[in-house]
């Protein structure tokens, strides 16, 4: 509280754009299935694999907005074209192609692409699978209650 005022944190802020989102899912302009933003096939995405390391290459236009997953490793994400801007609990950052960041762990991203984009997330796959939605399990929680669990699990 400062000054007789409520703040909401930030972190709240994306998870009530995250949940009103959610509540007003079409299928067509903002893609949810009653409980989750979900992953859909306007995107274009590209799955590359070596070994133990799997690479996700996804293709934005200009102007859609993505709500991700919560990471639970620490990775790095290449801007490979484009201009995006990624708001996050901590801060706002526009990023312009090319560029490398490193991508902590724990984090809920909103990006928006101000120029059609292309960039790619590199994580680790130390079992070698080829299959998406194991990965998924693998690499990212739904929500903080799951990353939390996940946390204290591999403590």
Not at 13 to 25: A, F, H, Q, V, Y
Not at 104 to 130: L, M
Request: charged share 30%; hydrophobic share 35%; proline share 2%.
């Amino acid at each position: 509280m400062s000054k007789n005022k409520i703040e909401i944190s930030k972190r709240e802020k994306i998870l009530n754009l995250e949940k009103d989102l959610i509540k007003i899912s079409d299928g067509v302009n903002v893609i949810g299935n009653g409980k989750e933003i979900v992953y859909h096939d306007k995107f274009k995405y590209k799955h590359t694999f070596a070994d133990g390391i799997y690479v996700r290459e996804m293709f934005m236009s200009k102007g859609e907005v993505v709500i991700g997953a919560i990471h639970k490793h620490l990775h790095v994400w290449i801007l490979l074209s484009g201009l995006i801007k990624v708001v996050t609990e901590d801060k706002v950052e526009e990023y312009k192609a090319p560029c490398t960041v490193l991508s902590r762990p724990g984090i809920k991203r909103v990006i928006y692409a101000i120029e059609d984009s292309i960039f790619t997330n590199i994580h680790k796959n130390p079992n070698n699978t080829r299959d998406i939605k194991q990965l998924e399990k693998e690499i990212v929680a739904l929500n903080y209650k799951e990353y939390e669990e996940y946390v204290n699990k591999n403590k």
